[in-house]
């Protein structure tokens, strides 16, 4: 944990070193497959150097990321997850809501993350989850909060086509909401700020390997577009779509939007 919350705090202070105006100056293509942008390789360059004192101080582990792809720290059974900026067109254009995602896992299941954070970089603010032992946010625990439904709703991937389809199945929510970051989406829900997501295009790994594992520590479903639990995963280059909720009735609403915005894009 220590680990993860110094790489946390020297991305973030990479970050704080870019004009606003250069952030999303396109740099390259990462493994991901995505446009790297100079707030993408800065925030990864500035992890990426706290895992490697790590190393030298003895720590063994592997790593993937979304920019660099895999690397080895030495083996050792471990393997660190990262997406240095999870929200990175909000961050081009100025907006607040893109955070650094890092989860370390034991095992080749998403149910094996042991350790997952989330910084939020607009406002600081730093979630935690360990597997077994719940969630905190900024060093304290997660307050619980009243479930009413679907009142708030956020999509992610919602191209106008996708989003078309998929209203039909959301009608039953009060407000639509969509953030662009999908680790972020997901961590809201699990803090009951959001009340379920529908995330209408595949994401990847980096992306939720630790807004899940604080999803599950909160007590909140996640599965794929057909309802089946992300637990199961066991690759790391799976890319899917999922619906995020905290009872079964609405990830199956859920789930619905996500089908139908899915034949749209395959369309």
Same mark, same amino acid.
């Given at each position: 944990?220590?680990?993860?919350?110094?790489?946390?705090?020297?991305?973030?202070?990479?970050?704080?070193?870019?004009?606003?105006?250069?952030?999303? =100056?396109? /740099?390259?293509?990462?493994?991901?497959?995505?446009? !790297?942008?100079?707030? %993408?390789?800065? +925030?990864? #360059?500035?992890? $990426?150097?706290?895992?490697?004192?790590?190393?030298?101080?003895?720590?063994?582990?592997?790593?993937?990321?979304?920019?660099?792809?895999?690397?080895?720290?030495?083996?050792?059974?471990?393997?660190?997850?990262?997406?240095?900026?999870?929200?990175?067109?909000?961050?081009?254009?100025?907006?607040?809501?893109?955070?650094?995602?890092?989860?370390?896992?034991?095992?080749?299941?998403?149910?094996?993350?042991?350790?997952?954070?989330?910084?939020?970089?607009?406002?600081?603010?730093?979630?935690?989850?360990?597997?077994?032992?719940?969630?905190?946010?900024?060093?304290?625990?997660?307050?619980?909060?009243?479930?009413?439904?679907?009142?708030? =709703?956020? /999509?992610?991937?919602?191209?106008?086509?996708?989003? !078309?389809?998929?209203? %039909?199945?959301? +009608?039953? #929510?009060?407000? $639509?909401?969509?953030?662009?970051?999908?680790?972020?989406?997901?961590?809201?829900?699990?803090?009951?700020?959001?009340?379920?997501?529908?995330?209408?295009?595949?994401?990847?790994?980096?992306?939720?390997?630790?807004?899940?594992?604080?999803?599950?520590?909160?007590?909140?479903?996640?599965?794929?577009?057909?309802?089946?639990?992300?637990?199961?995963?066991?690759?790391?280059?799976?890319?899917?779509?999922?619906?995020?909720?905290?009872?079964?009735?609405?990830?199956?609403?859920?789930?619905?939007?996500?089908?139908?915005?899915?034949?749209?894009?395959?369309?």
């Amino acid at each position: 944990m220590d680990v993860l919350t110094r790489a946390a705090d020297r991305a973030a202070a990479a970050v704080a070193l870019i004009p606003p105006h250069e952030r999303g =100056t396109e /740099v390259g293509q990462g493994q991901g497959g995505d446009t !790297t942008l100079v707030i %993408d390789r800065d +925030a990864e #360059a500035a992890i $990426i150097a706290v895992l490697e004192e790590a190393h030298a101080e003895g720590m063994r582990f592997d790593l993937i990321s979304e920019e660099v792809g895999e690397r080895s720290f030495g083996g050792g059974g471990a393997l660190v997850i990262v997406d240095p900026i999870d929200g990175s067109r909000n961050a081009r254009r100025g907006l607040p809501e893109f955070a650094v995602s890092l989860a370390v896992t034991d095992g080749p299941r998403l149910s094996d993350v042991r350790v997952g954070l989330l910084r939020h970089m607009g406002t600081g603010e730093t979630v935690v989850a360990v597997r077994g032992e719940g969630v905190m946010v900024d060093g304290q625990p997660m307050r619980t909060r009243d479930y009413r439904g679907l009142w708030l =709703t956020v /999509v992610e991937g919602a191209s106008p086509r996708r989003l !078309t389809a998929a209203m %039909d199945h959301l +009608a039953h #929510a009060s407000r $639509i909401r969509s953030l662009g970051s999908l680790a972020l989406s997901i961590e809201y829900v699990a803090l009951g700020r959001l009340d379920g997501l529908a995330v209408l295009r595949p994401g990847r790994i980096v992306d939720i390997a630790a807004a899940i594992l604080i999803a599950k520590e909160a007590g909140v479903i996640v599965t794929d577009e057909h309802g089946i639990p992300l637990d199961a995963v066991a690759d790391m280059d799976w890319r899917g779509a999922m619906a995020v909720a905290r009872v079964p009735r609405d990830v199956a609403a859920l789930t619905a939007a996500v089908r139908a915005a899915l034949d749209a894009g395959s369309r």
